[in-house]
């Protein structure tokens, strides 16, 4: 006689190889209930000034329900696609095509969402310029496009060096501080040199500069490992924070540098003259041109960036 097996709760089990739905559900509200321990204080409060110049906080509800919401949602679809499946008793060859055709199926979801991803790293500048006109794109694509453009490729650049080399490197951000500083100072002084190409000219030498210094610190410093290589590279950090900042003949101190020349689309300068990128092509003039430009610049820097660190991943070394 047959034996009907059921759950603590009288229900009976899910079938091997169906939808575990009971279990997905479960597992989507412990992830959202993660996202809202998160977001209620990060998303949800925000901080302000009142007209005395006092600090308040404000509410935004809204904005961590939304979160929490999208985890859900996402992982509930995760769960009922690929992960909740309930287990049987299969032989270990079974076992092992069933997780090789999950994995291939979790790569294949990997390409389209990549796709899916610089698909809408491309548009975004055209979609915040359709909804917010020119003067309301502005700040969201120069604040919340180029300037994360910039952290997530040097992100990247740093999982090169602690990722994939295991190197705990806290000066990582020095270089940057060099490329940045190399490239306004000889902006600076040999601009005009250079005309409307100064940009395309000093750009890669502010590159190559960051590495330079890059490598002659990697000389004495990789001999290290460990605790030793985190002191020494934050040494070194905090080494280039103090020179930017008191060498002030050079660097002008926290002041900074100022009237370093603007980017050109390769020689055309984005500027209201007959001469200017608007006026060759016809459009009205607006700074917002020149954002977008380097939106796009940046993003195939980060590009590139991750090409590279694809292809550093799979070296034998």
């Known amino acids: 006689m047959a034996i009907e097996t059921t759950t603590p709760s009288g229900a009976a089990p899910p079938a091997p190889g169906s939808v ?13 209930g993660l996202t809202a321990l998160l977001a209620f204080p990060l998303l949800g409060l ?27 949602v996402g992982r509930l679809i995760l769960n009922l696609l690929f992960f909740k499946r309930a287990k049987a008793e299969r032989p270990r060859a079974a076992k092992i095509e069933a997780t090789t055709a999950r994995a291939e199926a ?15 790293m491309l548009a975004y500048p055209l979609a915040m310029l359709w909804i917010g006109g020119p003067s309301g794109a502005l700040k969201w694509i120069d604040n ?3 300037q994360v453009l910039i952290y997530v490729m040097l992100g990247w650049g740093l999982n090169i060096v602690v990722g994939l080399a295991g190197l705990l490197d806290l000066g990582y951000v020095a270089f940057y501080a060099v490329g940045a500083y190399s490239y306004a100072l000889l902006a600076v002084q040999f601009g005009e040199f250079f005309g409307a190409w100064s940009f395309w000219a ?4 502010g590159g190559i500069l960051a590495a330079f210094w890059g490598v002659i610190l990697g000389f004495p410093v990789l001999r290290l490992r460990g605790d030793y290589l985190a002191i020494v590279t934050l040494a070194f950090g905090e080494i280039i924070r103090l020179v930017l900042i008191n060498w002030v003949e050079v660097t002008n101190g926290g002041a900074g ?13 984005f500027n209201a003259s007959d001469e200017g990128f608007t006026a060759r092509f016809g459009l009205e003039f607006s700074p917002i041109y020149r954002t977008i430009f380097l939106y796009y610049l940046i993003l195939v820097l980060a590009l590139i960036t991750a090409w590279v660190t694809n292809r550093l991943r799979r070296l034998p070394v």
């Not at 575990?20 to 959202?32: L, N, T």
């Not at 000093?202 to 030498?205: E, G, M, S, V």
């Not at 020349?261 to 390769?266: A, G, Q, Y």
């Open 20 to 32: 575990d739905v009971a279990g997905s559900v479960r597992d989507a509200a412990i992830a959202a």
């Open 46 to 72: 925000k901080t302000d000034q009142d007209i005395s110049s006092r600090l308040i906080i404000t509410p935004q509800w809204s904005r961590a329900i939304i979160a929490v919401a999208i985890v859900f």
């Open 106 to 120: 979790l790569m294949d979801l990997g390409r389209i969402l990549k796709w899916v991803g610089l698909g809408v």
């Open 144 to 146: 919340f496009g180029v």
């Open 202 to 205: 000093l750009l890669p030498i």
């Open 257 to 269: 540098i100022s009237s370093i020349p603007r980017p050109s689309f390769f020689g055309i300068p």
